[in-house]
């Protein structure tokens, strides 16, 4: 069952090799393996094997684009347990391929049912290697990681152990020209598979030319030089596997290596261009480019727009690209907009070109605006990823463009009508604005039905808060008009766009109404009524100021003078700053939050307001009431806000207001003076109150 008769152990002119690949590019490392000359091919699950001569092998180590290793089979053995293990290392004579003093390495790979300790298997693997030679030199070789002597490889499935030599040693996406990395660059072998499906070598041919207009490091634009200039992926790599092997072919592999430099041909290339934002990155992506050899063969242009390549827009060619894809929620919202513009550059700007997009999140890809006529499933490691094939149409009055200009005209309309009644609103609030001294305010609320936002202003920046959509709603389409929005706030309000914080407002559960959903830190302190509060625009879904509550606010402030007020579900206690400000005998204020009660401390701080009149307790306002029941008539006035809904995992139990609000009010009641004041305030929507019941 071995290839290299275990009673020899010598190389054969048969032999069969297994080539690793990316998951879904099987069918393309298949044809390279035909190319480079090895026969009976057959394919599996991330790899093809075939046979063929050790330097059909050698070959394929060199001229594999999109091979990860390069595997010579060894051995193949019957196992059941460890010791088989052993043994059926033991069985191969492994002073034929590697010195007594060198160096050696070991990778196991099992799904086998007891062989499942892939540490202790590589162990036993040593250990066999080792003790053959200790028993025959009384000297072992050392086991070394990084650029061992020679790698074994050991798959080990339900039956059997198949040993391999890797021929390869170190991943073959390692091509020698990457000096530094951006973030989350793309594996070489990848991007050129990535190349491969998009067609680029008959395009290269053409001599068409090629943009990446998120070019990052450029690993897209040197693995395309490398395919145009016909140029050998491994042929710039210090290291493979089989450099120190006993049974290497030293001149073999001398002669492909002269043959392979004697084809590049540099003069080949087309123009390749590369657009990045970030200076740091571009300088990174020169870097390689001049390890490569194509240093002024691949221009990087540092912007962040595709206008500046417009010298190239009276000919087609490919834009090809692995634009971020994001993890979190921010980074997501932020992809949006780039994908978007993205899309749109490459529609109205390149009319006749190819387009590739590569991208694991099929919703982003969505906002690229285009219709792909092709897709191919390709893996990043374990992430599965979609190449997007794209034509952008040559025929400037066809139907489906003509459509696409009449639907923009149509939302452009709509733009002006929102544009003028948010300028109508403005204009209208202005006096009001200057005789009160406000600083912070609503604008618009809705009033154009297809722009369901709310609208604050907080000083010189602009909170914009996006009702959501319902599911019916493309999502697309929606986020397109959400960007209109925002970019005609930025006219009307003539503030730049980093001064405009959007944010989705939806139902929220009670672990998520309050949560943090940005780290910035970024707080502003604001002026209302001669009262300072600070807000923080980016980090919750609520600011720290309800502008909706300024007129309860104000009675509040009409009411407290010289009463004992209490503030129940406080958030940052604003309107316990009005009552103080206003001359109340004392406050209490409770919530929950350590947040938001040294929130509100900081606004008491803020207005200059005595600590030792004012008190602040932590703690769940429902049970607090609880035990405060047999306290009657110890508060004037009390303003009670709670939640719509609440099930935090620091309550005993969940609240909701329309069940809840004739208990709560109740147990407010039993400490309110015979002469005080309970103010009740709710925002849920079709909420009534239990007056019977009350």
């Not at 921010?330 to 390149?350: C, N, P, T």
Request: aromatic content about 8%; charged content about 25%; hydrophobic content about 40%.
């Amino acid at each position: 069952m071995s290839d290299i008769n275990p009673a020899s152990h010598l190389v054969s002119n048969k032999l069969t090799v297994f080539a690793t690949c990316p998951l879904g590019v099987e069918d393309l490392l298949a044809e390279e393996c035909r190319q480079q000359g090895l026969a009976d091919i057959s394919t599996t699950h991330g790899g093809v094997s075939g046979d063929g001569g050790l330097v059909d092998a050698y070959r394929l180590c060199l001229w594999s684009r999109v091979a990860s290793r390069v595997l010579l089979k060894l051995h193949e053995f019957p196992i059941t347990d460890y010791e088989d293990l052993y043994n059926g290392v033991q069985a191969v004579d492994w002073d034929a391929h590697l010195k007594a003093d060198g160096s050696f390495a070991v990778d196991v790979h099992s799904t086998h049912q007891q062989i499942n300790n892939s540490h202790y298997a590589t162990l036993k693997i040593k250990d066999a290697v080792a003790d053959q030679f200790r028993h025959k030199y009384r000297h072992r070789p050392d086991v070394k990681r990084d650029r061992p002597d020679i790698r074994i490889n050991a798959y080990v499935n339900r039956q059997n152990c198949i040993l391999y030599l890797d021929l390869s040693g170190e991943a073959l996406h390692k091509r020698g020209y990457r000096k530094q990395s951006s973030l989350a660059p793309l594996k070489e072998n990848l991007a050129a598979a990535i190349l491969l499906r998009a067609h680029w070598p008959q395009m290269a041919a053409e001599h068409v030319p090629m943009i990446d207009p998120l070019c990052g490091s450029a690993t897209l634009l040197v693995e395309a030089a490398y395919i145009a200039a016909g140029m050998a992926p491994g042929l710039l790599r210090e290291y493979f596997g089989f450099l120190n092997w006993k049974q290497h072919q030293p001149d073999s592999w001398d002669r492909l290596l002269t043959d392979a430099r004697a084809v590049v041909d540099r003069q080949k290339l087309p123009r390749l261009i590369g657009i990045e934002k970030s200076f740091k990155v571009v300088g990174i992506a020169k870097e390689n480019i001049q390890a490569a050899g194509f240093e002024g063969l691949i221009e990087i242009r540092q912007a962040n727009t595709l206008e500046v390549v417009a010298d190239v827009l009276d000919q087609t060619g490919l834009i090809v690209t692995n634009p971020p894809y994001g993890k979190r929620l921010g980074e997501i919202e932020k992809l949006k907009r780039l994908y978007l513009d993205l899309g749109k550059a490459v529609k109205h700007g390149f009319p006749g070109w190819n387009v590739a997009l590569f991208t694991a999140n099929h919703e982003l890809a969505k906002f690229f605006g285009l219709r792909a006529h092709h897709k191919n499933t390709l893996y990043n490691g374990p992430i599965k990823c979609i190449l997007y094939h794209y034509r952008i149409r040559n025929d400037k009055f066809s139907k489906l463009q003509r459509a696409d200009v009449e639907k923009e005209a149509a939302i452009s309309e709509d733009a002006e009508v929102f544009a003028n009644r948010l300028t109508k609103n403005i204009k209208h609030l202005s006096k009001w604005i200057r005789k009160e001294a406000i600083s912070c305010y609503r604008a618009y609320d809705a009033d154009v039905p297809q722009y369901a936002l709310a609208i604050d202003v907080y000083q010189d920046w602009v909170h914009v808060q996006e009702y959501a959509a319902p599911k019916t709603v493309d999502s697309v389409k929606a986020f397109v008009r959400l960007n209109e929005a925002v970019e005609i706030i930025s006219r009307v309000f003539d503030v730049a766009m980093n001064r405009i914080v959007v944010k989705t407002r939806k139902k929220q559960s009670g672990k998520t109404q309050y949560s943090r959903q940005h780290h910035s830190d970024e707080s502003l302190i604001v002026t209302e009524n001669g009262l300072k509060f600070k807000v923080n625009l980016k980090d919750y879904l609520d600011t720290g100021l309800f502008l909706d509550h300024r007129l309860t606010r104000e009675l509040i402030a009409k009411l407290a003078p010289d009463k004992t007020f209490l503030n129940l579900f406080a958030y940052t206690a604003t309107a316990t700053v009005y009552a103080a400000a206003a001359g109340a005998r004392s406050t209490t204020t409770v919530d929950m939050s350590n947040t938001y009660l040294d929130w509100a401390q900081q606004n008491m701080q803020l207005n200059g307001l005595q600590a030792h009149k004012h008190a602040f307790i932590r703690e769940d306002c429902i049970k607090w009431l609880d035990e405060e029941n047999n306290k009657s008539g110890s508060y004037q006035l009390i303003f009670l806000d709670p939640p719509t809904f609440s099930n935090s995992k620091r309550m005993d139990h969940t609240l909701d207001i329309r069940r809840d609000h004739v208990a709560l009010i109740r147990q407010a009641m039993a400490i309110l003076a015979d002469d005080g004041l309970l103010i009740f305030s709710c925002n849920a929507r079709g909420f009534k109150l239990d007056e019977a019941a009350l």
